[in-house]
């Protein structure tokens, strides 16, 4: 099976300088006819403040940079490499704006997709945006664009990611409640980050786990009992990371390659396909926590599990690639 992948996970466009901007797409793998869509998701001058600022166009308003149009590529068999989407900029003569941010998602049925979002960010002022997140500027220049002589490098570093169950709530369990070793089998875990001046990082990594070891439901009720707490005894699954996002809004991360499987509602076929196709994560507001969500049908919930005498030896596992941008970070958590 051919392969096709976002060929950046970021892209920073720089309104005034770039009408048009081109998103890479690369197939790897020459055996099979490959169509691809790919798709727009971004704020418009009627949506909630969910997403940064307004960067989709609206016919009826001036504001946003441009028309959020679904987009097709193909390729026919024997053919391989690069082709592009083009986003159109206007420039909306509102100086000194935020970032506007929107990331495109990938689909295809006739070819695995290995990166399938790329995260963008249309720049009124390169020198504001990277004002906003460094401390430390280091000197590069951008050619064409006449104010980025002082744009800041960034440091690659490599760290691992980490895990644990929390209540549905948000809370987290007693220590004493919890099982003694957490998992029985780690395969992969590595994370990279680029780390830019003290505060703005882009991270991505493989974590695969099997096994997970969760608190039982009678221990659960026997520690509410005894404490007078009122624990609930399903909990939901995040991710760690070595560093906080400090915004008060969620930041949302991209999976790819997502296999989940022993987790609530979950244990035919279907119901796994539903769950991976649909998994999202966000890193919560003023946490490292990585939070997932799934959605079944009409309804959408944590990616959670309980673990009774009935289920006592189903222990849920993962393995998933994340990746993410987060403005504004803190480390040594």
């Given at each position: 099976m051919a392969e096709i992948y976002f060929t950046k996970p970021l892209h920073l466009i720089f309104e005034g300088y770039q009408s048009t901007y081109l998103i890479g797409v690369e197939k790897f793998g020459a055996d099979e006819p490959v169509e691809a869509r790919i798709t727009f998701t971004g704020a418009t001058t009627s949506s909630a403040s969910k997403y940064q600022d307004r960067a989709i166009k609206s016919k009826t308003s001036p504001i946003g940079d441009f028309y959020a149009t679904t987009q097709t590529l193909t390729w026919a068999t024997n053919e391989e490499g690069i082709k592009y989407v083009e986003v159109d900029i206007y420039e909306d003569n509102f100086g000194g704006e935020p970032p506007e941010y929107f990331y495109c998602t990938l689909k295809s049925e006739q070819a695995e997709v290995l990166l399938n979002k790329t995260h963008c960010f249309i720049i009124d002022s390169p020198m504001e945006f990277f004002s906003s997140y460094i401390n430390q500027p280091f000197s590069l220049k951008i050619e064409g664009i006449p104010d980025t002589s002082e744009i800041p490098v960034s440091t690659l570093m490599q760290d691992k990611f980490d895990f644990m169950f929390m209540e549905v709530n948000g809370n987290e369990y007693p220590a004493s409640i919890?099982?003694?070793?957490?998992?029985?089998?780690?395969?992969?875990?590595?994370?990279?980050?680029?780390?830019?001046?003290?505060n703005l990082v882009f991270f991505n990594g493989e974590y695969h786990v099997e096994w997970l070891n969760h608190p039982m439901w009678d221990d659960i009720n026997t520690y509410n009992r005894y404490e007078g707490t009122n624990l609930n005894e399903y909990s939901a699954f995040v991710v760690l990371l070595p560093f906080t996002n400090d915004s008060n809004v969620p930041v949302p991360v991209s999976i790819s390659n997502s296999q989940v499987w022993g987790f609530q509602r979950m244990g035919r076929e279907e119901q796994d396909e539903q769950v991976n196709a649909s998994l999202t994560g966000v890193i919560l507001p003023n946490s490292n926590k990585v939070l997932f969500e799934y959605a079944r049908g009409v309804w959408k919930t944590n990616l959670n599990f309980s673990r009774s005498k009935w289920n006592e030896n189903l222990k849920p596992s993962f393995r998933l690639n994340l990746s993410g941008l987060v403005p504004n970070t803190t480390f040594g958590v």
């Open positions: 919890m099982p003694k070793s957490k998992f029985e089998i780690e395969k992969v875990n590595n994370l990279n980050y680029s780390r830019i001046g003290n």
